[in-house]
């Protein structure tokens, strides 16, 4: 019914440029690819034993991965529960890119096996997990515990019955983003693995496209295997979100104790983010070649460019979005999200499957590049425009309104100072996002289309080690300006709120 109100009140061009860029960048390339799975390729092929092979192991190391993420980030939220100023530390891991991660792990000595993936995989996901933990512990009030222990319940019980309803949701949730993570890791297992013995599904499809002979057929099959392990977590964790009851949490009066952090706590929480440090003490900027620095100051210069580009389409049709989503019923919000759940590397063949007759995964797409990574950023960006845009001061707009101010000078004035800071995050984070993006740069680059991140690959594949080390320091600093540059906006605006 909603639907046919949009329709009827003339809201089909807010439509078509919302739901055309979904279906032409993430629609019609995961109907290609599971059409060009089921019926050019043939169903039998899915349980062909190479890909059960490659897809068990998948399976294990994601399984594994997120087992021992789980267990040692619930341990570490639990402690760090009432102490938000160690949560900074927890919060660095999410901005340094994988391929930081991978140059600081061989800089360490760590094997080229199995147990290099799980091991970087791990470190990588114990602070998502613990954050997650210990921000849904500290949201539940003082007084529950406190009532618990009046009526003689012992620590168990208070687990049971006051803590866990609000921790186990966001630690299920949690664990399932970090299986869907692992199973879609790309360059660590593509580095660290050491080779096909460690391959799954992600690194499979890369190998059957890019890699020695072009192999159709088994980069679809996979490919499909690749979803389902994508869309299988995304739903388990949203119908688990549904569950934590937040109506309980704004409600409460007395919120949870929070107290000064010790020293060893903090420690604990900067004990994740060091070894993504240690890789600086072999830099050694004099070994440096012409050649390299040539190379690198075209691959900033791109980087940057398809940076800016990414974030100003991703920020722009997910604010589309949610002036779309207001009309519609919530399925849509769903829909729009779905891209989350999905690899890079998928994504990407579905893309050239969809598009094959004006694209060439070979000779390079900076088109299909941007609009790859916009599609898989934007959920990230939706989720924080929704609740903005649900808590919009209706009635002070509809004053300003009444007083002589055009639609325009009533947003400007009335609306744009709550939206300010989350677009200018989101601008920054979706830039500094794509700088480290190395599956669809890997996929649809070329000589002539090369990123920081492709030449930090190009040159660890090539053992220059010196060289890559010292453009992954170059690239964690341009990340980390980017995040400083999130906190100067969001600084300026809580400013402008004091004037």
Known sequence: MSLIKTI?????????????????????PVLSLVYQAFFSVGEAHLFDPLVIAKLKMTVFQSGISALVSGVLGFGLGWVLRHHPSAHAWLRIPFGIPSLVAVAAWTS??????????????????????????????GSVPRTWDETAQTVGSSLWARIRWV?????????????????????????????????PPVETLETAIYSSVRAGTLDLRQAC???????????GPG????????RLAPERIRISVSPARKVSSSVWRRGLAAVWVFPYFVFLKDLEWSAWSDLAWRELRVALFFS????VMTAFFTVLWSALAVLFLRQVPRFFESLLTL??????????????????????????????????????????????FLPIAAASPVAALGVARSVGASRWQA????DWPRWRMPVWNSLFLVCSASLGEVAVVSFFGSENLTTVSGLISRWMGLYQFNQAYGLSALLMGMVLLLSLGGGFFEQKNRDFFVR
């Open 8 to 28: 009827q009140s003339r809201q089909i061009p807010l439509a078509l440029v919302v739901l055309f860029p979904w279906i032409a960048c993430f629609g019609a």
């Open 108 to 137: 360490l000595g760590v094997s080229y096996s199995l147990g290099a993936v799980i091991w970087a995989h791990v470190f990588f996901n114990v602070p998502w997990v613990a954050l997650s933990v210990a921000q849904a512990a």
């Open 163 to 195: 803590w866990w309803p609000v921790i186990g949701p966001a630690w299920i949730v949690s664990m399932a983003q970090t299986f869907s993570w692992c199973a879609s890791s790309f360059v660590i297992v593509l580095i660290l693995g050491g080779g």
């Open 221 to 231: 099959v996979l490919g499909v295997w690749q979803l389902l392990l994508g869309f």
């Open 235 to 242: 739903w388990l964790a949203r119908s688990c979100s549904g």
């Open 304 to 307: 940057l460019g398809v940076g």
């Open 339 to 384: 891209p989350a759940g999905v690899s890079s590397i998928s994504l990407a063949l579905g893309f050239w499957l969809a598009f094959a007759r004006w694209i060439d995964p070979f000779e390079g797409s900076l088109g299909a590049w941007i609009a790859i990574q916009s599609v898989i950023f934007s959920p990230m960006v939706l989720r924080t």
């Open 411 to 414: 947003f400007w004035w009335v």
